[in-house]
């Protein structure tokens, strides 16, 4: 027989997702003709747009010919849709070549787990999507348990709360090899002001720490004062990752394509440039993202396929208002839901499973238990506004029995 990886026995429950499937799953069998309504994963709704499906269909005709068949591509991606990319979503703060073209954030973020193996030390925001933190642990990245905190010594985690305005303080953070940082972060819906991270990317160049900042809300953005990405922050080429998505503003959760930005700047101590172990990791443990999903993406970088973007944003962004009055009427206190798709509610001095379930059982609506995003997400719900506009109408008049 094989021996188990220790380090998936290190790991506390199973993913938080599938767990919250698990659940209403089991409430649909004691309860077969309820509706739910699922608020819960962040999962996209609305159909492709058409400009965007333009492309990728026009990719299909493309491969369905001799002349025009492709087989593998470059690791990296499509050379000009690294090079649109750059400019188009980044105004040129960064370069094309920098740009790794992927099957999304999620895998990326493992793979960059690999690159770093299982020595370094790493912060996460407390509350923060699980994966920071899962799939560190996979890797190896523990150290000892610590009893007394009931966490792993190579761990940290940033408290980010509504007293100190979702952002950590750091003057009394210890020092860390890696900050992984979402921004608009899940679950709470903050986003870090460019004074805000002017000062975690100094904390990281004090600390020749990296930062892997996670931007894939990024374009939930609306307030022109807040920055998108990381590299809008003087200093930051030299300290900071970016991983991001077109899961979430233009809806290829299912199509999968995202990308990593690695500067040429950003070195190990030793002096390498970290991308070309990227560029080793992409090209061995990855053999380019599809080539119909990437030419999606470049129509989605033209005019019209923005301008689809925008109006897909407003549509989610539209059901995170009709959830955040919702609680309003109920007295229940919520932050997020204005640059960002997911509304944090909070319900003080409860436990966030229990008004999981509470929620689930009275109204038939998944939600996801702030617990699940870390020890500072306890007391909380997240709402999502991934959903049909019905859905999200129906669910605010059974909110109200609440
Ligand atoms: N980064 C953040 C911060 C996310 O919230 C998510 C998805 C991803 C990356 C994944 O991006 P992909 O490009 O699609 O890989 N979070 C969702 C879905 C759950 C999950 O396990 O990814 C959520 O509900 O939190």
Not at 112 to 121: A, W
Not at 125 to 132: A, K, L, R
Not at 177 to 188: A, G, K, W
Request: glycine share 8%; net charge neutral.
């Amino acid at each position: 027989m094989v021996k188990r990886n220790t380090n998936m026995a290190k790991l506390t429950a199973g993913y938080l997702f599938p767990e919250i499937n698990r659940r209403k799953r089991e409430y649909l069998q004691k309860n077969p003709s309820a509706k739910i309504i699922s608020l819960g994963i962040g999962n996209t709704t609305e159909p492709l747009t058409p400009h965007v499906v333009e492309g990728l269909r026009k990719e299909v005709d493309r491969l369905s010919t001799r002349e025009g068949y492709s087989g593998y591509g470059d690791e990296q991606g499509i050379t000009e849709f690294r090079a649109q990319l750059a400019e188009k979503l980044y105004g040129g703060l960064i370069k094309g070549d920098e740009v790794f073209i992927s099957d999304g954030a999620k895998c990326d973020i493992a793979r960059l787990q690999t690159m770093f193996g299982s020595e370094v030390t790493m912060a996460v925001q407390d509350p923060s999507y699980p994966v920071y933190v899962d799939g560190s642990v996979i890797s190896g990245v523990t150290g000892y348990y610590n009893d007394a905190r009931c966490q792993f010594d190579n761990i940290v985690y940033m408290k980010c709360c509504l007293e100190n305005d979702f952002f950590p303080d750091l003057s009394s953070q210890q020092r860390t090899d890696l900050i992984y940082f979402c921004s608009p972060n899940n679950p709470t819906g903050a986003v870090a002001s460019k004074k805000q991270l002017s000062e975690l990317v100094e904390f990281a160049r004090k600390n020749r720490s990296i930062i892997i900042f996670d931007s894939a809300y990024s374009e939930y953005i609306s307030d022109p004062s807040l920055p998108k990405s990381i590299y809008e922050i003087e200093g930051a080429r030299e300290v900071a990752i970016e991983v991001s998505s077109f899961s979430k503003p233009i809806g290829f959760t299912g199509v999968r394509l995202g990308w990593t930005v690695v500067p040429d700047q950003l070195k190990f101590d030793d002096g390498t440039p970290v991308r070309n172990d990227w560029n080793r990791i992409m090209t061995t443990l990855f053999n380019g993202a599809s080539n119909i999903a990437q030419h999606g993406g470049m129509a989605a970088l033209e005019a019209a396929g923005l301008a689809e973007m925008r109006s897909l944003i407003t549509y989610y962004m539209d059901n995170a208002k009709i959830i955040k009055q919702a609680l309003d009427r109920k007295g229940i206190k919520s932050c997020g839901g204005i640059n960002a798709p997911y509304v944090w509610a909070h319900f003080p001095g409860r436990k966030s499973w229990e008004v999981f379930t509470e929620i689930l059982e009275k109204c038939q609506i998944v939600t996801t238990p702030g617990a699940g995003f870390g020890p500072a997400g306890e007391g909380f719900i997240r709402f999502s506004a991934f959903g049909h506009r019905e859905d999200f109408i129906e669910a605010v008049k059974r909110l109200e029995i609440l």
